[in-house]
C-alpha cells in the first residue's frame, strides 16, 4: 500500500454521514486542513433514509442522502476535503496517526471516527469459511483474482454499485444480487451498472449460502420470502450488505469496545486515544437520530481544535 500523497490532515474525520459531515464543517471552519473518508452516500443510516421530517431548519420532508448530500456541501464549503475511501485499518498511536484505505493511507494529528451504526450483523452460511478464499470485501485489493471468472456482488447500496462497476472490467460475468427490489442509489447510476453486457440484475434474491469446500464455487439464491433454492456458480462473492452493529472494525485492538459493539468516549467525545475522537451512531450513549449526531461532531470538532491547538478551553464557533 502506498502513501495517497504528502497531505498531513489535522483533523481525519472517518464517516461521512451527519456526525461526520457536521465535524468536518466545525473544523474546516476553525481553519484546520480537515479530511472526510467516506465509502459512499447510501451506505450510512442517513443516507439510506428514504425521508426525514424531523431535522432542524429542514421545512417538510426531505430524503436522508439528499440532506447528507447539504451537510456535506457545506463541509466542503468550509474547506474540507472529502476523500471516497473506505477505512480497513488504522493505526491510531503513531505520530501521526494513520487511517489505511482501500486506495491508500491517510495521515493526520487527530481522528473522528464517525462511522455509524449499519454494520453487519447476520453472516451469509459459509461466509467465514471462505473468507479470503472466494469471499471479498474489497474488489479494488481483489478483482485481478477473478479474471474471466463468473462473480456475484451482494447489496444494495453505492458502495456495492461502485465495486461492482469496478469488477466489471475484470470479470466475465458479474451477478448483482440486492436483496429487496429497491436499490439505494440515483437511476442513472444504477443504469451504468445495468447496461454493462457482461452484469446480470437479481433484485429480490437473497443469497442463503455460499458453497465450496477449498474455495468459492457456487451461491445458494432463492427470491425473497422462498424457500426454494437454485445454485448459481460463481468463483468468487463481494459482499456489501448492511445491519444495525457499530462499524469499529478499522479500530480493532486499540480502542475499548463495550458489549453493545460501541465505542467509549468522555463528555468531549475522545476516546481512550488521546486526539482521538468518536462521534454519532457509533457511540451507546445516546438517542439515535441525525441532530445528536451532528451535535456530537461538533462537540469533537471543537475538542480536538483545542487539542490540537494546546489549549485548555473551548473557543465558542461565533468567536469566529
Ligand atoms: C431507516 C432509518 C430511518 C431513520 N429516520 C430518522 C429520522 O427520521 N430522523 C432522525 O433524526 N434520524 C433518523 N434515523 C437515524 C439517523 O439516520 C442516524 O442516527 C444518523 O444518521 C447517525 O449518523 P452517523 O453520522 O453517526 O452515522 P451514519 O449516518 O450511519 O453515517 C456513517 C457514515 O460512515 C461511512 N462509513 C462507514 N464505515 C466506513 C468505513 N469503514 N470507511 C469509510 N466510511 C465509512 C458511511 O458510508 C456513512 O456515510 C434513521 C435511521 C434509519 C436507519
Redesign the pocket.
Known sequence: MELSDSTLYDVLI????????TAGTYAARAELKVGI???????????????????PGIDGEIG?AEL?KIMRKQAVEFGAEFIN????GSDLSSDPKMVF?NFGVYSARSIII??????RTNLIKGETDLLGRGVSYCAVCDAAFFKGKDVAVIGK?D?ALEEALYLTRFVKTLHFFSPTEQVNVPPEALAELTEKENVVMHPGFVVREICGEEKVDCLQVSARGSKETEALPVAGVFVYLQG?KP?T??VVGQLEINDEGCLQVDRENQTAIPGVYA????LCSH????????S??AIAAISAEKWLRGRDSHRNDWAH
Open positions: 472517518v464517516g461521512g454521514g451527519p456526525a461526520g459531515a473518508m467516506d465509502k459512499g452516500l447510501t451506505t450510512g443510516a442517513l443516507g439510506t433514509t428514504s425521508k426525514i421530517a424531523n431535522y436522508g447528507l475511501d473506505k477505512a480497513l484505505g464517525a462511522t455509524g451504526s449499519m454494520g447500496s458502495e444495525a462499524i472494525d478499522f462521534v454519532g451512531d457509533v438517542v439515535k437520530q441525525a441532530v445528536i449526531a451532528a456530537d461532531g
